[in-house]
């Protein structure tokens, strides 16, 4: 339940902006590091999915071999972008929610830095091929204390906000920011102490799926709901519809999320109990998932019109309805009926892409665009790229996901006949792999328009009209979203 504040008294406003003068630098450094790595990503992204359509690209290279550059892509996708916006986020959202000024930040500049350091030597090292082969955890083993190490001591900081806040209720928000701060070093820390148990390779392949489920489960999910449910009253100026609701959503998740995993290996080298309980809390976790989204649309009913004008909502809200198509799509996946189609082929690459793009991505977008002018003085430049970028990131995951749900189902029929041969079930996904490269060539065009953007919002070059950067509106023609909404109604009746 966030607060609103439609008419904050002028102590407010002078309270709100010594909290984002406090957390200024560290935030921004956050967010530009993150969206030079999500260039960077979106690039080796494209350049994967190049190399996965034409396999005989660059053979002579092995920099640019798929075995290489995908896993860089991937680790640099959720370590250099997703965490670090995450972290900004976290900072900012914590402070504004508890009234708490950040008193360190050059402490916190000083590990991002070690942060950036540790996730280039890993990115790098996975592309030179001492990488460990592990999906999302291919940082060679000496890397992960030092990165587990630097997110404690900065997340440390976000607990000691919430625990001295000011007195009041606590937001729904705040406790999701809370779980994805304390969640992720235990999920991070026992997967790879595990993992460095040198186990079987059955073992390793069931902590390595335990560890993703839950990265996203515990810390991406969490912190994308977090900013719906800050952003969401603060654009439509009402408060969340259901805490009840809210909190329900949140101990849904809670529980269900530490069981699932291991439903990616239906029919696998595994106890059956294990999928079958993974695939259980995943169709719980839909139900926690579906009372986050109607407890967003009962908060929003009458106020839609609004999304045409504010990218902080359209953004948010559009990752909310991509976390209901992706718990849709696990959970259907979870009957084995369905999965012995879906898993072990491309589809588990569009669903994650769904789920770290689609999701987490789109609504730290619109926490970034909802933030940085607030703690930079200045609007954003161009409400045009704005809309590209959100019209092109949509085309990209879409695109993604369509393509690799459909080269799922030709893989998996093609598997499913006992008679066929293997390198048939290869070729018959490979026209589909054509949508992959369009999609990333889609999301690197997007991505490169926010990161210009963000660059001139970093340097103080960004626009010192009067009137937030609203799409659909010129500068100053409207002083929020509801007023350009109200105006853009008023103009039809007339």
Not at 90 to 113: E, F, K, P, S
Not at 390 to 401: A, E
């Amino acid at each position: 339940m966030s607060s609103t504040s439609p008419g904050a008294s002028p102590q407010d406003m002078q309270e709100r902006a010594a909290i984002d003068r406090s957390v200024r630098f560290p935030v921004m450094f956050f967010f530009t590091s993150a969206a030079a790595w999500l260039f960077a990503a979106t690039i080796l992204g494209m350049v994967a999915a190049l190399k996965l359509r034409v396999p005989t690209l660059w053979d002579a290279c092995p920099w640019l071999s798929f075995g290489r550059i995908f896993p860089a892509h991937m680790d640099a996708l959720i370590y250099g972008w997703a965490m670090q916006a995450g972290l900004g986020i976290m900072i900012w959202m914590m402070a504004r929610l508890t009234r708490v000024g950040l008193r360190n930040a050059t402490y916190i500049i000083v590990l991002g830095h070690i942060w950036n350091f540790g996730v280039a030597l890993g990115v790098l090292a996975v592309w030179s091929g001492f990488g460990n082969s592990r999906t999302w955890l291919d940082f060679p083993s000496m890397l992960w204390p030092m990165l587990a190490a630097t997110y404690v001591l900065i997340v440390v900081t976000i607990l000691v906000m919430f625990r001295v806040r000011r007195d009041g209720p606590v937001f729904i928000s705040e406790e999701y920011l809370v779980a994805a701060a304390v969640w992720f070093p235990w999920v991070y820390i026992t997967a790879n102490l595990v993992l460095g148990a040198k186990g079987s390779a059955v073992m390793s392949a069931g902590v390595t799926v335990w560890y993703m489920q839950n990265l996203l489960y515990f810390w991406f999910i969490p912190i994308a709901v977090a900013i719906a449910y800050y952003i969401v009253p603060k654009v439509v100026g009402r408060p969340i519809y259901s805490y009840p609701l809210a909190k329900f959503g949140f101990w849904t998740l809670a529980i269900c999320a530490g069981w699932m995993g291991f439903q990616r290996f239906y029919g696998g080298p595994f106890p059956a109990w294990m999928p079958a309980v993974g695939g259980a809390s995943t169709i719980f976790a839909l139900i926690g998932i579906t009372a986050i989204a109607a407890n967003l649309f009962y908060t929003m009913q009458g106020k839609f019109s609004l999304m045409q004008f504010s990218p902080s909502l359209r953004f948010s809200l559009f990752g909310m309805a991509m976390l209901l198509l992706f718990a849709v799509l696990s959970a259907l996946k979870s009957f084995i009926g369905i999965s012995k189609y879906l898993q072990f082929n491309l589809f588990e690459l569009g669903l994650d892409t769904l789920a770290i793009y689609g999701v987490f991505s789109m609504a730290a977008f619109g926490a970034i665009y909802f933030i940085v002018p607030r703690i930079t003085g200045c609007e954003w430049p161009h409400g045009g790229w704005i809309r590209r970028h959100f019209w092109f990131s949509t085309y990209g995951i879409l695109t993604v996901l369509v393509g690799m749900f459909a080269a799922g189902l030709s893989q998996g029929a093609s598997l499913d006949a006992w008679d066929t041969p293997f390198e048939v079930s290869v070729k018959v996904a490979k026209p589909w792999i054509v949508a992959l490269v369009l999609g990333w060539i889609f999301i690197a065009y997007s991505n490169l328009g926010f990161f210009w953007q963000l660059a001139l919002m970093f340097v103080g070059k960004g626009r010192r009209s009067e009137g937030p950067t609203l799409m659909h509106v010129a500068p100053g023609e409207a002083a929020s979203a509801e007023q350009a909404a109200n105006v853009a109604k008023g103009t039809a009746h007339a």
